[in-house]
T-cell receptor, first 113, second 114 residues
Framework: QQQVKQSPQSLIVQKGGISIINCAYENTAFDYFPWYQQFPGKGPALLIAIRPDVSEKKEGRFTISFNKSAKQFSLHIMDSQPGDSATYFC????????????FGEGTQLTVNP | EAGVVQSPRYKIIEKKQPVAFWCNPISGHNTLYWYLQNLGQGPELLIR????????DSQLPKDRFSAERLKGVDSTLKIQPAELGDSAVYLC????????????FGEGSRLTVL
């Protein structure tokens, strides 16, 4: 059962543009929503995370927007740079620490110079 | 601080052969995870350890996969016998108790079964 659905599968953005990746979840018990970034040949690394008690979290050029009623959350990358080219995974779990983290299928982002 | 260390990075084997992957988590991290990542997909949890106890192994195909974390530190994931469909990247991750929830991943072990 696909509990976290991610779109688009791939995304091409020009340098300086805004990259937007969307995720939807089914399990209302989820209460921790991280985004991971993965470069080729490397393991995923945490980029930013949010809990459902806030609707938005911003860290530098990266922002998570969270819509609890719609069971959706999205990652916005402002002023996208070629170095942001990577695969991005949304994920969700029932609690922040020590529980099963369910990942989306990933979005391959390419930022053209 | 050293990150999660996995070995081997790459392994090519014939089908029906056994294979083993090793993971050394970040020092002090009591929770260890093995994830499977197929090409173009997100990681899927195989097994999660709290110290030496496997607390979530519902997705581990137990007919051919086994894992151990005998002293609650490093861990080994074994496949015997390997099948063509097992070709994937096997990721190990660790986290600390009471942490913010961040998982620290190793670089993975890429398995190719011929």
């Amino acid at each position: 059962q696909q509990q976290v659905k991610q779109s688009p599968q791939s995304l091409i953005v020009q340098k300086g543009g805004i990259s937007i990746i969307n995720c939807a979840y089914e399990n209302t018990a989820f209460d921790y929503f991280p985004w991971y970034q993965q470069f080729p040949g490397k393991g995923p690394a945490l980029l930013i995370a949010i809990r459902p008690d806030v609707s938005e979290k911003k860290e530098g050029r990266f922002t998570i927007s969270f819509n609890k009623s719609a069971k959706q959350f999205s990652l916005h990358i402002m002023d996208s740079q070629p170095g942001d080219s990577a695969t991005y995974f949304c994920a969700a779990s029932k609690k922040a620490s020590g529980s099963r983290l369910t990942f989306g299928e990933g979005t391959q982002l390419t930022v053209n110079p | 601080e050293a990150g999660v260390v996995q070995s081997p990075r790459y392994k090519i084997i014939e089908k029906k052969q056994p294979v083993a992957f090793w993971c050394n988590p970040i020092s002090g991290h009591n929770t260890l995870y093995w994830y499977l990542q197929n090409l173009g997909q997100g990681p899927e949890l195989l097994i999660r350890y709290e110290n030496e106890e496997a607390v979530d192994d519902s997705q581990l195909p137990k007919d051919r996969f086994s894992a151990e974390r005998l002293k609650g530190v490093d861990s080994t994931l074994k496949i015997q016998p390997a099948e063509l469909g097992d070709s994937a990247v096997y990721l190990c991750a660790s986290s600390s108790e009471g942490s913010t929830g961040e998982l620290f991943f190793g670089e993975g072990s890429r398995l190719t079964v011929l």
